[in-house]
Every structure is written in C-alpha cells, then in structure tokens.
C-alpha cells in the first residue's frame, strides 16, 4: 500500500495484443520510525496499472491524492533492480 500524490500520467497506450497499460509517478510524503528517532520519507515512485484498471486510472488528474495497493516488480529483466509498482487497486483520498 501506497499513499501519495499523482506526479505524471502519461497517455494510456496499448501493447501487441491490446491489453492497456498506464504508467504513472506518484509522490509519496510521511514520518516514519527508524531506529527510535523520526525520519521524513520522500520518494517519487514510478508505478503501472494493467487492463481494465488502466483505463479507469487514465482518467485521473494530475495532483490527486491516490492510496494504491500493489505489488513491487523489476522494471525488465535488463534492469532487476529498477523497481515499478504494479496497481492492483486504487482509491481517491481528495
């Protein structure tokens, strides 16, 4: 699960066999806890949605706030420790 804020959204495309993929950016603020003292996390975080769940998030604007809920995987397998969030599900905070 993931919080934050919708950064980019690129156009919605298409692969070889018609399935759509978005592929977006989302920001993502918060304190945390490490080793008993506070630390503010910032990250932007490339994430992608598939099928039916892509053409649902194409729809979105930039600057909304998003909770995802996912899983991590390598970007390729040329790249295994570049990591993209693929979205199960999402829901609108704002």
Request: aromatic share 4%.
């Amino acid at each position: 699960m993931l919080d934050g804020t919708l950064l980019e959204l690129p156009a919605l495309r298409h692969t070889p066999a018609g399935i759509a993929v978005q592929e977006m950016v989302i920001g993502h603020e918060s304190q945390q806890q490490e080793n008993g003292a506070p630390r503010r996390v910032l990250a932007n975080v490339k994430a992608v949605s598939v099928g039916t769940q892509a053409i649902a998030m194409g729809g979105l604007q930039l600057g909304q706030a998003l909770r995802v809920h996912g899983f991590l995987a390598a970007a390729s397998q040329r790249y295994p420790d570049r990591l993209v969030l693929h979205i199960d599900e999402y829901e609108l905070l704002n």
